[in-house]
């Protein structure tokens, strides 16, 4: 087993160490506005849930070298204090990708991508009406990492509403349980590499 010291690797072959290592990801598909209502769409692969009392979701946004270090999603939610969080299907995964593309400010994706955005119910920026789920969040607090190049901004939003397809429910088990055979959600793993979560397993945890 070979031990790496990070201090003595370049922050870019840490990064691809890193996202090599920590797989699956699950992705979370953002949806924001700005403060002058133009849409913005792009996808998150540091993201999970922090807290269920209440619901709290996190992602983190990286920082990039250039002119522009903060992605539009981090700048608009941090102008206003809102987003939605739209779980990816594999029936959305190369839409998905199209918003992954460093674009302006100006461009809309949901029309670059062709994804149709739906009204939210208490925030401002639309859901994806192709998304199985989708939560809509209001801003909890931003933590800064770090504002070096590879850097990121982790985005942590409570929870106000779950908006879920009725399918995807599986009353045979009792309580508000989904099925993951329906939702057919997809992971990202290392550099252009994603998965499927078809394959499954059970082990029921030790009392």
């Known amino acids: 087993m070979r031990t790496l010291d990070p201090a003595q690797i370049a922050p870019s072959d840490i990064y691809k160490l890193m996202i090599g290592m920590i797989v699956p990801r699950?992705?979370?598909?953002?949806?924001?506005?700005?403060?002058?209502?133009?849409?913005?769409?792009?996808?998150f692969s540091y993201f999970t849930a922090c807290s269920?009392?209440?619901?709290?979701?996190?992602?983190?946004?990286?920082?990039?070298?250039?002119?522009?270090?903060?992605?539009?999603t981090l700048e608009?939610?941090?102008?206003?204090?809102?987003?939605?969080?739209?779980?990816v299907s594999e029936e959305i995964a190369e839409q998905m990708n199209l918003c992954s593309a460093e674009v302006p400010p100006?461009?809309?994706?949901?029309?670059?991508?062709?994804?149709?955005?739906?009204?939210?119910g208490l925030v401002k920026p639309p859901r994806?009406?192709?998304s199985k789920v989708q939560m809509e969040c209001r801003l909890r607090q931003i933590l800064v990492v770090s504002e070096q190049p590879g850097g990121g901004s982790l985005v942590l939003g409570d929870v106000l509403r779950?908006?879920?397809?009725e399918a995807l429910l599986d009353?045979?088990?009792g309580g508000y349980k989904i099925d993951p055979g329906k939702l057919n959600a997809i992971g990202r793993m290392g550099g252009p590499i994603y998965t499927r979560t078809?394959?499954?397993f059970e082990m029921q945890r030790p009392k």
Not at 108 to 118: K, M
């Open 26 to 43: 699950p992705i979370a598909f953002v949806s924001t506005v700005d403060a002058a209502g133009i849409r913005n769409l792009a996808p």
């Open 52 to 72: 269920s009392n209440p619901p709290v979701v996190c992602f983190c946004a990286s920082v990039r070298s250039g002119p522009r270090p903060h992605k539009d």
């Open 171 to 173: 009353d045979q088990k």
């Open 198 to 200: 078809r394959d499954r």
């Open 106 to 120: 100006e461009v809309d994706e949901f029309e670059l991508s062709g994804l149709t955005p739906l009204e939210s």
């Open 128 to 130: 994806v009406a192709e």
């Open 76 to 87: 608009n939610i941090r102008a206003t204090g809102e987003f939605v969080v739209n779980i």
């Open 162 to 165: 779950f908006h879920i397809e």
